[in-house]
Every structure is written in C-alpha cells, then in structure tokens.
C-alpha cells in the first residue's frame, strides 16, 4: 500500500486535479491519498488557506466577511464545474460556516474550524472526481480516520494512538482521501497542525497504515543539491538519506519542513518526492539507509539570520563549568542555541538570531557579565551558516579541503568552522553578504567539477 | 629595570654560571634574578631537585639518606672550587639540612624544605660570583622579598599583595638574586610552587617590580614555530602574542608552562625567551599586542591522549537545555573537557584521555543512557588535536584551506575542525597515528612554501 500526498498546488485548480486522478488511477497500489487545500494557480493568485484565514479573521472581528466567503466559493464552484461534477461542496461549505457563526464556539475554535474547510473540501472534491471517473474512492474524515492529536490549536501534536487506528485503513475497499493539516482531539475538538501541515497528516498516514512508500507530490520534479534560487539549474539528488535530509532542511532548503517526516521517520517508511506535472520524472527518495556510495557530498544548504555570542576569558579552560553556566543562563532565558565552538579562553555560541532579539541583549550579556565575570562578552550578528551535507564524507579524505578552497577562492572569509565526529556534516559560518557567492563556489566544487 | 630568570640548565656548573655573569654584567638594567637549581650538565645527568626529592623520601621512609646529600655536596663543592669562591654554601647545605632533621616539622614540610635547598643554594653561588668579579650582588630570601604565597604545598599560588612588597626591590642598590620555586605563607612557612615553578617566581618578581623586561634564559634560541622533535630545524618565532603563546602551549609543545606567565601578563610585562649559550641570538618576545603583521600563522602544536564522547539524538536541537545537561553530568563526575563541536542531532565532547579512564567511562555512558536518553552514545579514543595559532588568521583568508589542502595531501582524514569566532587558532582533530605526518605537512604549507 502507498500513501500519495498532494500539495496545494497539484489541487489549485481542475486541470490539475485531473493529473492528480491520473496518477492515482496509474497505481492500484495508490489507495490512501491526502491532499492540501487548493493553491496558488499562478503567482498572483492567492491559496484558499489565505482566504479562510482573512474570512476567519473577519468574521472574529465583526467585519464583513462574505467578500472573503464568496472568494472560497467561487474557487470551488470553478473547480467542480471544470471537473464537471456536482457542486454539492459549495453548498456543504455555505452551511459549515453558517453552523460555524451560529455555534457557541470560542473564537480560536471558530477559525480552527474555518482554517480547516480547504483541505476538507479539496478531499471531497478529489474524491468526487475519482468516483466521477469510475474508481471506487471515498471521502474520509481525519476523525473517522483516526488522527487523534493534541489540544494545541495552530501546532497540533499527533498521538501514538492513532496509529493502530490508520492500521484499520486496510480494511477499506476504496481509495480513500483524507483532508490534510487538521485532526481531532480524544475530546472531539478539530484543531490544525502548523502551517503547511498536510505533509504532517501525510506522514502520519503512512506510518499509521505502514505504507511500502510514501509519495509526496509537489510541484518540482526533485529535491535539488542546492537552492536553485542561488544557482541555475542545480542538480538533482536521486536518493538522500534521513539524516541528509534533516540536515539540509535545518539549514534552510527544504522542499518540506523535516519535522513533518518525523512520523515516517519512525516507521522506517521510505519516502518519495515526486512532481504531480511531471509523474514520469524520477524524483527524489529519501531512504533510512544509503546502498550506494557516490559523491561523498551530496547537498549544500544555507541560511541567513545566525549570531555568534562571544565570551573570552583568560583561563577559561581550568574554570570547571564554566561553559555549563553559560548554557544554563541562555537556558533560564528560554534561548536555544546550535553550536558552541571554543578556543582554549573562549568560546562563541551560534544562535538563531530571533533567539535574541536586540532588546534582549542588553540583559543576557549583563547577566554572563555579573555570573561569569568574562573578560570579553559581545555578539555578532548578520552571520550565515552554510552546510556541507553527506553521509559519506567521514570516509572521504579531503572534502574539507576542497570546501575551504571553494571559500578562498572566492575571498568568502570563514567566521566559524564546525565539524563534530558525525561528519554527517561540515558547517561553516560566513558573513551574510557572502554566503550567495561562497554557495555558488562550493557547488561548482563539488557538483560541477571532474 | 630587568627581571632575568635562569633555568636550571643555565645554572648547571661553573661554566654555565659565568656565562649568566657575563649575561648580568652586559646590561646594567639587568637587576633582579631569578634562578632555578642546578640542572642537568649532560643527558645522563641528574637535577639537584631530584637529588634533593631523593634524599626527602629517604629521610621521610627511614633509609640512608646521606648518599644523596653526599651527591648534592659534591654538586655545589665542584662548582664552587671550580668558579674560584668559598664553599660556604656546601657548610649551610649541612647545616640546613641537620637542622631539618631536627626540627618538628611534618614529613610534608620536611620536604619541602628541603626540595627548596636547590634554588636556595644556586642564588647563594651566583649572588657569591658575581660580587666575586666585582658586581655589587646580593642575595635575597624569597621570605625577605616579598613573595607571600597560599598554604599549598607542592602547588602555591601567589598572594597579591606579594606585588607591593616585591615593588620595594626598587629601593635596592644591589643586583639582587633570587631563589626561585618557592615562597612563604603569611605564617611564614615555607611552601613550593609546582615543579618548573621557577618560571612562576620569575614571572611574580617580573609583576611585581613592574619590570620593563622578564628575560627567560634557557638553553634554546627561541621558541620554534614546530615541536623540533617533530620537524627537523623547524623555524624560530622571533615574536608572539601572550594568546598565540598560550594556544601553542596549551596543545602540548612549550618552553615552559604558560601558566607561569601569568602574574607577567596581567602586569602587561613583555617577556623575552633568550639563550644563555647564545645571548647575542635574537630570541623570541611575547608580547600583549602584535605590532607587525607577518604570516598568517606562527605556530602549529599538536598533542596526543584525547577522547571523543559522542552523543547522538534525535531532534536534540529541539530539546532545550540538553547540551547543558550533557555538560552537568561531566561537571558533576569532576570532568573537564576541551571542545564541544556538534551538528544538528549530535554532540561531540573532546578531552583529554586522563579526564576518563576506562574504569570510570562505563558509569559516564551509562549516566547519560539513563538521563538523556540518547539514540547513540560512544567514545572513540586515542585523537590527537592539532592546533593552527595565529593573531592574524581572521584576517587572512585561505588559512582554512591551505591546513585542509595540508591533511588532505599526506591522506590524514580530519575527525574533527573547530574553530570559534575568535580565530587566534584553528583546531584538527585526528587519529593518533596520522598526526606527525600531518605536523610536517602543515609546517610546509605554511613556512616552508613560497
């Protein structure tokens, strides 16, 4: 059995979805499928999730909302008349947001619940559709699915439980399509997981279901080995692991949140990227354990909006816990940090920067000055990190070489280097206006040379 | 004003000893010195200290103890019959030590008197030489100097107010001489510093006259830029910084204990390394701050003996506090470690082998196991850390990938890179038995290539 999530926009439209039915008809093995609500047709348009979001906002604040209403309405009406189907959506969503205003619903239970009305009707539609081209396909609730999930509205929390549940999918017949981003609590209380969320639902599913595979259909035809918004036509990558996978997300370049994964992860489910205007390309898989060596690098990643927080103090090195407090104060704080690099007398501690806002420095470095009595205490801010990322670079003499040599090359200085026994990854830290420029170097050194 | 120290190598024999003479008599600044027992005069040689700790242990287990006084008598006998004195201080000798025996101290402080007897005794002779060619000397008790030190025998610290007292050698008219190794508590009981604590003495009378010089005469040029025992010739560092000092020393190859330096450095007091064989050779400065910019890099230290304890989890950067948890366990079990590299899901913790024994790594693990929860927790032993110094690296790009270009070269796989925002040095991590190859390789990079 495998699992195919489609994103918002491999169901922003009825030319669109017609490719998603396709697919699905293409693979009997395709019996669970989860979709996002509509997308953006073009760059202008705007996603049905935006829509509802200014409807729920509108209504919560006692502003008009039917301009927003008719917006969704229209957009669905145009989906089912194009896909030739009946129009039995737009009616279901006219009378679950007038049973939405009507309710004695909190307002944040209110907009969960509107929140939640584009991927509901996206899966009704698509499941609609297959029955309207002859294949056995049923709509499916997520509470009648069984996704049980935390009571945190915006940022829901799967429960273990729901995975024996999801197992029972297998007794279904049909195809079954399940609405993405939203489940329900023990309580029955629709709550949405983040933004962007459906990956999560699709996760969930197929750990649930222990699918042989699970698709996840987006818009580009693979996961590339760097950020093609930084270099043309970047290459592919065919197959990356995990653990590849997670490291580059962190840093960036992702084609979905990594937290999303977490799921599959567990069950060991192999995972597929796969381009819904392009189902014959080969995508991308995302496997538990590599089989074949190749490149020992087989992505670059990087973000912006890092600083270094820098404490020196003579003798540091014989100070027992020394760099303990330090954590401990960041931690008391509430400030999570992502890497420590020391000398002998200092030691930095890379931060995201909204970790620390400026407001907020004037305080931490008075507290590390008063407890740990440093010699030196500073931040630096507007640094970049850049990620070297292979899970065959620990066997590889001389990445690093060639990393650093990409940097001088281009006169990209290195604020920090970072490489732990794992060498799963090597990081650096440059300065933000340099890190385009040192990205491009680095992939032309490992990808485009002999 | 001049602080001059003579290691023990300096002070060996008569030979040796006329030369500091004519080192003292060259420079009319040269006012206070400062001079360890006598050394070895060949390979084969034994220090009077170690003569001295004979005869303690001797005299403390109840066994003959006059073999070894015999040989420290007839050490101070030859050298003064040989530089022409009185050998009145082979008469205090056996009048100090009887006296001792006498007395009601402890074993410890029997002890440590007389491991004292043999910079004691050196300060005697030399002060008795130079006014034997002429010079107005005179020797001075570390008790009458001034120098107050903390009730830890075998490993005094110097007390502050030991500066004001010693700042009174102004007032002298005499060049005086001064034992070095040891103090008095405010008690007046007579207390050693750690062994080479002559160094320390040096460096407190070097503070505490506000000297415009310490002058540290060994038996080499300079400090070599290389551990000499490592690369043959390697070349001489003609200046460096107290911080590129203190990394250098930190991973293993020094002129002397760095920590000796440090009443010196915070009294800003430059110090010269200088050869007592060869006083005319340029020698090696260390100074506070770095006037001319030159290679990028001025030293390359390496040392073996350290450890990795890897930690891996996942979602650990999620996990607020966890690195500073990791770090307590170490702290609560009495662990220091050096560095603390870490990528997304894991951390590296880096020590010295003596930090955790094997008897004691199965309870750390197991700590760990019990109170993080990791996924994967390992040591790897037998690393070595190689070190890269020098003030000038952050502004030089290209330092990176000439060290990395340098491993990469002699095949030497880089377990470990670290390197923190202040840039005063950059630090490999490698297997034991590829680290001298690698030494060699990055001493032709960086000093020997064009």
Redo the contacts between chains.
């Keep these: 059995m495998k699992v195919a999530k489609f994103g918002g926009s491999s169901v922003a439209s009825a030319e669109q979805i017609k490719k998603v039915a396709s697919i699905i008809q293409d693979d009997s093995d395709r019996k669970v499928v989860v979709v996002s609500a509509p997308g953006k047709r073009t760059a202008e348009d705007t996603k049905v999730t935006d829509l509802l979001i200014q409807l729920g906002e509108d209504l919560i604040n006692g502003e008009a909302y039917q301009p927003a209403l008719d917006l969704v309405l229209n957009r669905f009406q145009l989906i089912t008349d194009d896909l030739n189907i009946t129009n039995q959506v737009v009616q279901e969503i006219k009378s679950d947001v007038a049973s939405i205003i009507s309710s004695n619903y909190s307002d944040q239970m209110k907009l969960e619940a509107i929140k939640s009305i584009g991927e509901d009707s996206s899966a009704k539609v698509v499941s609609e559709y297959l029955k309207h081209i002859g294949l056995n396909a049923a709509y499916l609730n997520p509470k009648d699915a069984g996704i049980i999930v935390s009571n945190e509205p915006g940022s829901a929390q799967f429960l273990d439980e729901s995975l024996d549940l999801l197992y029972e999918l297998h007794k279904r017949e049909e195809i079954v399509v399940i609405p993405g981003f939203f489940g329900f609590t023990k309580e029955g209380k629709l709550v949405t997981f983040s933004r962007g969320g459906s990956d999560i639902t699709g996760s969930i599913v197929a750990a649930g279901v222990k699918a042989d595979l699970y698709e996840n259909f987006t818009d580009v035809d693979s996961v590339y080995c760097v950020n093609p918004s930084i270099v043309e036509n970047p290459k592919e990558i065919t197959s990356l692991t995990y ?1 590849e996978m ?2 580059l997300s ?1 840093a960036g370049f992702s084609v979905f949140h990594d937290e999303a994964l ?1 799921p599959a ?1 567990k069950a060991k489910i192999p995972v597929s990227i796969k381009n819904t205007n392009n189902p014959g390309a080969m995508g991308t898989i995302i496997v538990s354990e590599k089989e074949v060596r190749g490149n020992p690098v087989v992505g670059i990643a990087s973000a912006k909006g890092f600083l ?1 927080l ?1 404490v ?1 103090k ?2 540091m ?1 014989r100070e ?2 020394f ?2 407090r330090l ?2 104060i ?2 008391d704080e ?1 400030i ?13 501690v890379i931060m995201n920067e909204n970790q620390l806002p400026i407001e907020k420095e004037a305080k931490i470095i008075e507290r590390i000055k008063n407890e740990l009595h440093p010699d030196l205490v500073y931040t ?1 801010r507007n640094l970049a990190l850049i990620m070297i990322v292979g899970e065959d670079m ?1 066997s590889t ?2 990445v ?2 060639k ?3 990409a ?2 090359r281009v ?17 650096f ?1 440059v300065k933000e206006e340099g890190v385009d420029v040192a990205v491009r170097s680095l992939y032309e050194a490992f990808f485009t040379e002999a």
């Design positions: 653990k997670r490291e962190y977490i992860v270094s820098y020196s003579y003798l090195n027992l816990g760099g303990r954590l401990h960041l931690e509430g999570s940090f992502e890497h420590t690099p020391s000398g002998i007398d200092d030691m930095s630096e620990d003499i001389g690093a070489a990393a650093t040599e940097f001088s006169n990209v200085n290195l604020e920090m280097i970072n490489q732990g026994s794992s060498e799963v990854s090597l990081m830290g």
